[in-house]
């Protein structure tokens, strides 16, 4: 009996390349001169990001949407989204005059819920419900299924799938010279799937490998155990990419396209957004820069190579910058916070300056509140470090003074209850 190809078809993928015609940007691959010398090969990047939405996602939301009889449209549309595919549904609703309602989580950027609102303008209800995604999907899945209306899946989808397929065609329309590597963002695994099947049909040869935050990865570990796995938790900072399950289609198209699967700590993703903001003037969301924040992980191996990353998101708030940077000094070693014992005498805080503080070290945070008739009094400090070989002698000289102290980076619980 013939195995069944569990890919979609390049021929449907043509088609949606044509619905999308007038309404998705054929967006630009650019080779990166910074990231081509940083690896020794050819980095290119394809700037999903200056999508007419910021993001690939109007592709499938519009695609799909569009293969849907007139008359059952009339009922209007419904989604569930942490914030990209939403704005896709969004403009496609505008742009079709048809009514939907979208299902985003509580804590979805309020950048992204202003979007979405621009983007649907009077044809779109968004309605926010729960703390992650799949939170907000049940709900949207609950109404749709009461209601009738047509379900747009983020990623769960042959029409979904084969629009996000189309940035592949415009690929290799790009590029005349082989593609060895294509780093891609994984979240439910709508566009792994679809530049997947273009890929493996049209360019064998090409490597393709898939990026998930470490947060939540859920893609990795359904194709180490076989079958589609369900996380109890997730991080939801890369909110683009943070689900707890991905789709059966794409983990059947994932199993057959996927060649390696790649984490990446959310620190990392922080430190690749600052990377690409501060070196390039590029802005991406978390999302957007996992494929490039992947890229140290594999140096050896692109080596002289031809290596496409899709920078996938655009849709930063800005209100989470510091969080942002916050993180990435943590990442790189830099930001330590302690509790440290002060003796509750004069003097002290200035002795601490004087004989521990390092020249470049410098205090960011400190919170101290003196308790009367106690020798010692604790403070939360944070201590920013120019290098991350030198927290070594800051607690070396804490040490010698017989500073009674305790790190807060290497203690999770105590780090998230207190910082």
Wanted: charged share 25%; net charge neutral; glycine share 10%.
């Amino acid at each position: 009996m013939t195995a069944v190809n569990p890919l979609v078809s390049v021929e449907n993928l043509y088609k949606a390349k044509v619905r999308l015609n007038g309404i998705a940007l054929n967006t630009p691959l650019q080779r990166n001169f910074n990231l081509s010398a940083e690896y020794g090969c050819n980095v290119w990047l394809k700037r999903e990001d200056l999508q007419t939405v910021r993001s690939f996602k109007i592709r499938g939301a519009y695609n799909k949407m569009a293969s849907v009889p007139r008359e059952k449209l009339e009922k209007g549309v419904v989604c569930a989204s942490a914030g990209n595919h939403a704005q896709g549904v969004a403009y496609a609703c505008s742009a079709m005059g048809v009514k939907g309602k979208i299902y985003m989580p509580s804590v979805t950027p309020s950048q992204k819920v202003k979007k979405v609102k621009l983007f649907g303008q009077d044809y779109v209800e968004v309605i926010l419900t729960g703390d992650t995604f799949d939170d907000s999907f049940a709900a949207a899945k609950a109404y749709s299924e009461t209601h009738g209306t047509v379900f747009v899946h983020p990623f769960d989808d042959d029409k979904t799938i084969e629009g996000q397929g189309t940035i592949g065609l415009e690929i290799l329309e790009s590029l005349t010279e082989p593609i060895d590597y294509l780093f891609v963002t994984v979240g439910g695994g709508g566009l792994i799937s679809g530049l997947g099947s273009c890929f493996k049909q049209l360019s064998p040869q090409t490597k393709i490998i898939g990026v998930e935050p470490k947060g939540a990865p859920a893609m990795q570990k359904s194709l180490r155990e076989n079958k589609i796995v369900t996380l109890d938790t997730i991080d939801s900072f890369v909110d683009g990419a943070a689900v707890k399950r991905v789709g059966e289609r794409t983990f059947a198209i994932g199993k057959e396209v996927i060649d390696d699967m790649i984490l990446v700590s959310e620190g990392k993703v922080c430190t690749t957004i600052l990377k690409m903001y501060n070196e390039e003037g590029i802005v991406t969301e978390p999302a957007g820069a996992l494929g490039i924040a992947a890229l140290d992980s594999f140096r050896s191996e692109i080596k002289g190579k031809n290596v496409v990353c899709i920078v996938c998101g655009s849709n930063n708030d800005i209100t989470r910058t510091e969080e942002i940077k916050e993180r990435s000094l943590l990442y790189e070693g830099l930001k330590h916070y302690f509790v440290i014992s002060f003796p509750q005498r004069a003097g002290a805080l200035r002795e601490f300056l004087n004989e521990v503080l390092g020249e470049t070290d410098d205090i960011t945070h400190f919170e101290y509140t003196k308790k009367h008739n106690r020798a010692l009094g604790p403070a939360l400090v944070g201590i920013q470090v120019r290098a991350s070989e030198d927290l070594q002698g800051l607690k070396d000289r804490m040490r010698a003074q017989g500073i009674d102290f305790q790190s807060l980076n290497d203690n999770p619980l105590l780090f998230q209850m207190l910082v």
